[in-house]
Nanobody, 119 residues
Framework: QVQLVESGGGLVQPGGSLRLSCAAS????????MGWYRQAPGKPRELVAA???????NHGDSVKGRFTISRDNAKNTVVLEMNSLKPEDTAVYFC?????????????WGQGTQVTVSS
């Protein structure tokens, strides 16, 4: 079985920073893309940032220049550094990993971690 465990969420003031981490564990042969998504109340889940196994990144327009995604392939972890946080960044943040299964890949999700930006 595969498990993704996120950590690092919490309450922060506008302009502050947080660091989210996600660790994948279990029966893992290889991981393709890893990413972070978020969902605010009443809104659809949206991509925050993603990173391929080779390190190519893609950041959503609303977080470019403020958030940075990185990963450690040896440890099966992905990190999201969030700076200059705004109230509109408030959401539940989910980690996703594309993990090999047989001849293809399956998406696995973490349980989510709450990020609240408020004064």
């Amino acid at each position: 079985q595969v498990q993704l465990v996120e950590s690092g969420g919490g309450l922060v003031q506008p302009g502050g920073s947080l660091r989210l981490s996600c660790a994948a564990s279990g029966s893992i042969f290889s991981i393709a893309a890893m990413g972070w998504y978020r969902q605010a109340p009443g809104k659809p889940r949206e991509l925050v940032a993603a990173i391929t196994g080779g390190g190519t990144t893609n950041h959503g327009d609303s977080v470019k220049g403020r958030f940075t995604i990185s990963r450690d392939n040896a440890k099966n972890t992905v990190v999201l550094e969030m700076n200059s946080l705004k109230p509109e960044d408030t959401a539940v943040y989910f980690c996703k990993a594309e993990i090999s299964r047989g001849t293809g890949y399956i998406n696995y999700w973490g349980q989510g971690t709450q990020v609240t930006v408020s004064s």
